[in-house]
């Protein structure tokens, strides 16, 4: 049986639970032994360690790596974020001794130490990866009905590619989270702003008006170019964006339509039959027609 | 930022130790830039329409402009994306130039107040995110109130704070850490 340290990070478990709900659900319904990395931490984000210092950042992930390790297992994420940082730090390890000599030694003064084996996953690339597309077709207990999907795969799924151990052949087109739509029976398209960023992340943070304003024009692409029934992201920050940034555009009068959005974690789930209420629990934008869809409606 | 108020750079501000700086701290190819735009093609700073985007912040860089980049908050404003690293053609990790800024910084407490919210919390809970109610959103989905994390493991939290301790942290933080 294939196991995978969970790895929570915070906005998941914090804020949209129902991601967490819906990871360790699609885990069991595809024989995965979820393993609990007990004591894990924030990745940590971008705006905090990584943002003091290299051997900050570095030192503050190898904790998380290292409980992974001494549990024998890779590490699954939801969170870009957490994709992104762990495995830049898993990166930076091995290309500079000098940080690692100083790392190894604070880890060995809180009595832990790491060797570099663990890889960090995310759902994308597990899925495409470590399940394969058949598996998931065959597993599947709904099908999406033609359910029309505009992906985001999210930017710190996608660069620094190099520090990544799986993932697009073309970062710049990428195609991995549309041909597992696809897979589920639903239509994912290109457009033109697949690969722009959603605006949320220290932008939201520090200029939330640009960030909405950035996130509304790629909102309207879609909408012009796709007109989908759902939005289906890799990441679970730009969810957060995609859902409660999406809501907030809507009562700031700035936004004339809806465009549903789950996390590609929430959906996998949905289609292997997790309770819906639980699944979506935390959503702002209603998903009903979504449901009805893939639960064999019209 | 002023509106408007990096329009114009004065070049007798240059300070080469600041250069330097920010070598050490991270951004060890700066001096390769050929200034050719490609990471401000690509920012989403830019398109959002920060003034100071990428490819500025690292001519500056490259000028040791230290109060303008000091004074000006755009580094905080980075998503991290990484778009700029994946496409320099001079391979000089643009965003590394950002994080050895915000790192020059946080050494002179010129950072955002939510900057050591951030990491108040990271260090208290070991989670930098940490909204309230998540006890309820948590026992909706049927999940335990607290995750499985050092938030649950007192050892494990107390471990990392001491880790965290041995880093630059303990001597930039306003915050005790006790
Ligand atoms: S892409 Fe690289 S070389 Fe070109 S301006 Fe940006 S940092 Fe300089
Ligand atoms: S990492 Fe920062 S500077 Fe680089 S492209 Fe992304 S937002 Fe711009």
Not at chain 2, 24 to 42: H, P, S, V, Y
Not at chain 2, 141 to 149: A, M, Q
Request: hydrophobic share 40%; net charge neutral.
């Amino acid at each position: 049986m294939q196991k995978i340290g969970i790895f929570l990070g915070c906005n998941i478990p914090f804020n949209r639970p129902d991601i967490e709900y819906s990871m360790r659900f699609l885990l069991k319904e595809l024989g995965v032994e979820i393993v609990e990395l007990e004591g894990a931490t924030c990745c940590p984000a971008y705006g905090t360690m990584p943002s003091l210092g290299l051997l900050e950042w570095a030192v503050a992930s190898a904790w998380n790596l290292s409980i992974a390790e001494e549990k024998g297992v890779d590490m699954l994420t939801g969170c870009g974020s957490c994709y992104g940082v762990q495995n830049e730090a898993n990166y930076y390890l091995k290309k500079h001794p000098e940080i690692k000599e100083q790392v190894d030694k604070i880890l060995a003064k809180v009595g832990r130490k790491y060797d570099g084996t663990v890889k960090v996953w995310n759902v994308i690339n597990f899925i495409y990866e470590k399940i394969g597309l058949d598996t998931l077709k065959q597993k599947i207990k709904y099908n999406l009905n033609g359910l029309k999907c505009a992906v985001q795969t999210g930017c710190h799924n996608l660069w620094p590619s190099k520090a990544f151990p799986s993932g697009e052949d073309n970062t710049f087109f990428p195609k991995r989270l549309r041909e597992i739509c696809e897979i589920m029976g639903g239509v994912a398209p290109h457009y033109s702003t697949i690969t722009d960023c959603c605006g949320m992340g220290a932008l939201r943070s520090n200029a939330p008006e640009k960030s909405l304003a950035l996130f509304k024009k790629k909102l309207d692409v879609i909408k012009e170019e796709l007109d989908p029934d759902l939005a289906v992201i890799g990441c679970s920050s730009c969810l957060l964006q995609f859902d409660a940034g999406q809501a907030l555009l809507i009562e700031q009068k700035k936004l004339n339509y809806k465009i549903p959005a789950l996390h590609l974690a929430q959906l996998t789930a949905i289609a292997l039959g997790a309770e819906v209420e639980k699944a979506t629990a935390m959503a702002s934008i209603p998903l009903n027609g979504v449901i009805t869809k893939i639960k064999g409606g019209n | 930022m002023e509106e408007g108020g990096v329009n114009v750079i004065d070049l007798t501000q240059g300070d080469e130790s600041f250069v330097k700086e920010l070598i050490a701290l991270g951004a060890d190819e700066l001096r390769e830039c050929i200034q050719c735009g490609k990471c401000g093609a690509t920012c989403p700073m830019a398109l959002a329409g920060l003034e100071f985007f990428i490819k500025r912040i690292v001519h500056a860089a490259n000028l040791g402009l230290r109060d303008i980049l000091l004074e000006d908050s755009s580094v905080w404003g980075c998503q991290s994306c990484n778009r700029c690293v994946e496409i320099c053609p001079m391979d000089i990790k643009p965003y590394e130039v950002i994080q050895a800024v915000r790192r020059a910084a946080v050494k002179v407490e010129a950072c955002p107040a939510n900057t050591y919210e951030g990491l108040r919390n990271l260090y208290r809970f070991g989670h930098a995110v940490f909204p309230k109610g998540f006890e309820e959103r948590r026992k909706k989905v049927g999940l335990p109130e607290k995750p499985p994390t050092a938030l649950s493991f007192d050892e494990f939290r107390k471990k990392y704070q001491e880790l965290l301790r041995q880093t630059i942290l303990e001597e930039i933080a306003p915050f005790p850490l006790d």
